[in-house]
T-cell receptor, first 115, second 113 residues
Framework: GAVVSQHPSRVICKSGTSVKIECRSL??????MFWYRQFPKQSLMLMAT?????????EQGVEKDKFLINHASLTLSTLTVTSAHPEDSSFYIC???????????FGSGTQLSVL | AQSVTQLGSHVSVSEGALVLLRCNYS??????LFWYVQYPNQGLQLLLK??????LVKGINGFEAEFKKSETSFHLTKPSAHMSDAAEYFC???????????FGQGTRLTINP
């Protein structure tokens, strides 16, 4: 089946630094990618939807200048957490889809810890 | 708009017993419904999905779910629980033609020996 690779799986950074998370579709062209955030023992909250070659659409309450999303190619989307703070510590998961109605494939997630 | 509600944040069953995880949905358009499983520190794996074909959907690992429009439900069942079924389970909904997947709160399934 299709594979989505998310990297890194775990990152620890100092407060004020920026962290980039990569999400790659390995064997299909992902026209749409989604970024989710998951707090411990809670559900996944959609942060933004990105379509290749266009600006991401952010959910209400998500700061677009804080969480920069780039989807420059059909196989790669990146999420950059800028000027990270401890409250940004969370599990971030990406998912990718080839078309609007195709199955979503999820990455394995990135555990971000901001000290 | 679409939403799902999972009844019970934590379900505990004995090994070999029936597993029943409840999910009710709300959707203004015909929905697609999904069940995902998440193991610790991992992403999500699709168990099964309903896309307006058969109302009883069979998935991986012996799980199945039945779409009941009259009850707006999509409960997940497995006849006999296995220790390896211990995980977090998420119900999700997406409107037909929509891109966004909306997740329920999740249900943690614990299997007792």
């Amino acid at each position: 089946g299709a594979v989505v690779s998310q990297h890194p799986s775990r990152v620890i950074c100092k407060s004020g630094t920026s962290v980039k998370i990569e999400c790659r579709s390995l064997d299909f062209q992902a026209t749409t990618m989604f970024w989710y955030r998951q707090f411990p023992k809670q559900s996944l909250m959609l942060m933004a939807t990105s379509n290749e070659g266009s600006k991401a659409t952010y959910e209400q309450g998500v700061e677009k200048d804080k969480f920069l999303i780039n989807h420059a190619s059909l196989t790669l989307s990146t999420l950059t957490v800028t000027s990270a703070h401890p409250e940004d510590s969370s599990f971030y998961i990406c998912s990718a889809s080839g078309t609007p109605n195709e199955k979503l494939f999820f990455g394995s997630g990135t555990q971000l810890s901001v000290l | 708009a679409q939403s799902v509600t999972q009844l019970g944040s934590h379900v505990s069953v004995s090994e070999g017993a029936l597993v029943l995880l409840r999910c009710n949905y709300s959707s203004s358009v015909p929905p697609y419904l999904f069940w995902y499983v998440q193991y610790p520190n991992q992403g999500l794996q699709l168990l099964l999905k309903y896309t307006s074909a058969a109302t009883l959907v069979k998935g991986i690992n012996g799980f199945e779910a039945e779409f009941k429009k009259s009850e707006t439900s999509f409960h997940l069942t497995k006849p006999s629980a296995h220790m390896s079924d211990a995980a977090e389970y998420f119900c999700a909904v997406r409107g037909q033609g929509a891109q966004k997947l909306v997740f329920g709160q999740g249900t943690r399934l614990t299997i007792n020996p």
